[in-house]
């Protein structure tokens, strides 16, 4: 009966165990497959296309208009050789003071925010999959350890039977395995749960069928690098952040449309050239030279408008770079603090609740303590293991949340 507790042991100690599966995913694998192919990081490559486009636009000239005039007119024929004399008119607007120039300097800052958006969406996709794929070990390693735990109380379940069945433990011995036994399959239930949906996420990410198989993950995302890259990015004077790449972009371009308000209270030059027709010759020629009137006060108010939106985009950049630096100075901390954790739970923790284990199993075969005080010892191996896969998931949480804000990864 001694030989059987002690192999329960062995099963508890191995139920902490990192095995890797013969055949699992891993998380540069499953990145390889993020980018291009994802709609949401190809919607906002085809608006940073549009932007590109519109840098031309913003710099061409206005359409010419042309106007007919048939003068004269003493029939229904309308043809111009038929009437007394046609005129031909081609006008062209000249936008002048700098105009055109401060259109495409906008519409070049619209663009370089629209192609930092779209590094944003990347880095956010980057940081769903990091936190997709924790979750999906995460799971994957705690049903491996109820797995084990069941094992644990199956063969507890044996031995309670058999020393009832001697008169050596009370049915309670029985029950009580079999309450945990019980607690472990729902609890599994709810991991194959967690399993399911972390796999449709990280299908999706990845542009997958939705019910693809997916390996079980081996082993996290390697960090060991994360510490020297995010002060690296904490200690420099600017981050280059996508998030802020766009407020700085979206600056430049309210103070571009800012100015531009500004010169459109100055008149554009129209210039426009009349052919005269007489019945089938030209016989004159007209020059006609026009410009704008700001009468109306429409050009004074949309430079208020602007101002405002100038100063509007000012706070906002000023508000975005601090809570950039806030969230990546708190995802480094929450790093910390988790590696801190998972440092003391793998040196301290787990091996005295497996050193209380060991006393629990030697005093219920020497009859000196009850069988609630074995499962209690073997609980507390459990959720120590538990508590160390989630303090290393939530290394990568932070790793995630720092990737998101700052868009670099460790």
């Known amino acids: 009966m001694r030989n059987l507790l002690l192999a329960l042991l062995l099963v508890a100690g191995h139920a902490g165990a990192d095995t890797a599966p013969e055949s699992s995913i891993s998380y540069e694998a499953l990145l390889a497959r993020l980018g291009a192919s994802h709609p949401e990081y190809r919607t906002m ?36 050789d038929e009437v007394g004399t046609t005129k031909y008119t081609i006008e062209q607007r000249l936008p002048l003071w700098g105009k055109r ?13 629209a192609t930092a958006r779209a590094a944003q969406t990347l880095a956010e996709l980057r940081a769903q999959l990091r936190i997709a794929f924790s979750e999906y070990y995460a ?9 084990a735990t069941r094992t644990l109380f199956v063969r507890a379940l044996r031995s309670a039977s058999e020393r009832q069945a001697n008169g050596l433990a009370p049915q ?45 993950p081996a082993t996290l995302p390697a960090s060991a690098a994360f510490d020297s890259s995010s002060e690296r990015v904490m200690n420099s004077e600017a981050i280059d952040a ?46 006609m030279l026009g410009v704008t009137l700001p009468l109306h006060g429409g ?41 801190q954790t998972e440092h003391l739970i793998t040196t301290q923790l787990l091996p005295e609740v ?47 949340e720092f990737e998101r804000r700052t868009g670099v990864q460790p």
């Open 45 to 80: 490559q085809a608006e940073a296309d549009a932007a590109r486009e519109a840098v031309g636009a913003a710099t061409a000239l206005p359409d010419p208009e042309l106007r007919l005039e048939l003068m004269d007119i003493h029939d229904a024929d309308l043809r111009p």
């Open 101 to 113: 120039r401060l259109r495409r300097e906008a519409a070049t800052s619209a663009h370089t925010a």
């Open 139 to 147: 799971a994957s390693a705690e049903l491996a350890i109820n797995e």
């Open 172 to 216: 309670q011995d029985l029950i009580r395995a079999q309450t945990e036994q019980s607690a472990l399959l729902i609890e599994a239930q709810t991991l194959h749960g967690r399993i399911d949906r972390a796999r449709i996420a990280l299908n999706a990410l990845t542009s997958q069928p939705l019910d693809a198989p997916l390996a079980p």
């Open 242 to 287: 996508p998030a802020i790449e766009i407020v700085d972009q979206e600056l430049q371009q309210r103070r571009g449309e800012h100015r531009l308000a500004d010169r459109e209270r100055y008149p554009d030059l129209t210039v426009g050239i009349s052919p005269v027709q007489t019945g089938s010759r030209f016989e004159t020629w007209e020059l």
């Open 299 to 339: 050009a004074r108010a949309r430079e208020r408008t602007q101002q405002a939106l100038y100063v509007a985009a000012e706070e906002r950049q000023r508000a975005t770079v601090l809570a950039v630096r806030t969230a990546a100075a708190s995802a480094r901390a929450n790093y910390r603090a988790a590696r």
């Open 354 to 400: 497996r050193l209380g284990y060991r006393s629990a199993l030697a005093g219920y075969g020497n009859a000196q303590l009850d069988f609630d005080a074995v499962v209690t010892a073997a609980l507390q191996i459990r959720n120590a293991e538990r508590q160390r896969i989630d303090a290393a998931v939530e290394q990568q949480l932070a790793i995630a």
